[in-house]
Antibody, heavy 117, light 107 residues
Framework: EVQLVETGGGLVQPGRSLKLSCVAS????????MSWTRQAPGKGLEWVAS????????YYPDSVKGRFTISRDNAQNTLYLQMNSLRSEDTATYYC??????????WGQGVMVTVSS | DIQMTQSPASLSASLGETVSIECLAS??????LAWYQQKSGKSPQLLIY???RLQDGVPSRFSGSGSGTRYSLKISGMQPEDEADYFC?????????FGAGTKLELK
């Protein structure tokens, strides 16, 4: 059974940093591209970052480019999201997802990030 | 960026009723369109990919259709467990973008 378990969320002040982790199990992690997608409270979904199965290429929307970094450790079956210069508009539940042919096939349970002073 | 305009924003359906949700892309997306269901307090789940292909385990009352810029999700026979938010998503071009969502309630 595919499992994606996110950790590392919490309350952080604007301008500070936070790093999310996602431990994967139940599938061959290094065969799949992975992504982070977020959902602000009561709002819709926003794609945040994707990474190839080898980790050699990464992709971001303009809203987080230069502030967020997606990475992975295939030996540890773990996906990361380093978030710097956080803003109030980054407040959201962050989901770790397996991405196949551009669609988000499996989702973790999500981790809440609140950016507030 | 490709804008995804989803309609309606909300709707209410009776048990057994057939429901349709539409998604209009701001440019052609060549069937690179997925639909997700999100029940209250839960993570989204993939229902349909490539505009019309049913994800494994999804009931056959769900179907997707469309081409070019217009796509739709149909639920043939509303069930209580279908009460949820539904989102479309294009994967034709980066950045991947989602529709704003449709809240479906049981009447």
């Amino acid at each position: 059974e595919v499992q994606l378990v996110e950790t590392g969320g919490g309350l952080v002040q604007p301008g500070r940093s936070l790093k999310l982790s996602c431990v994967a199990s139940g599938f061959t992690f290094n065969n799949y591209w992975m992504s982070w997608t977020r959902q602000a409270p009561g709002k819709g979904l926003e794609w945040v970052a994707s990474i190839t199965n080898s980790g050699g290429s990464t992709y971001y929307p303009d809203s987080v480019k230069g502030r967020f970094t997606i990475s992975r450790d295939n030996a540890q079956n773990t996906l990361y999201l380093q978030m710097n210069s956080l803003r109030s508009e980054d407040t959201a539940t962050y989901y770790c997802t397996i991405i196949i042919r551009g669609t988000f096939d499996y989702w973790g349970q999500g981790v809440m990030v609140t950016v507030s002073s | 960026d490709i804008q995804m305009t989803q309609s309606p924003a909300s709707l209410s359906a009776s048990l057994g009723e057939t429901v349709s949700i539409e998604c209009l892309a701001s440019e052609g997306i060549s069937n690179d369109l997925a639909w997700y269901q999100q029940k209250s307090g839960k993570s989204p789940q993939l229902l349909i990919y490539a505009a019309s292909r049913l994800q494994d385990g999804v009931p056959s009352r769900f179907s997707g259709s469309g081409s070019g810029t217009r796509y739709s999700l149909k639920i043939s026979g509303m069930q209580p467990e279908d009460e949820a938010d539904y989102f479309c998503q294009q994967s034709y071009k980066y950045p991947y973008t989602f529709g704003a969502g449709t809240k479906l309630e049981l009447k």
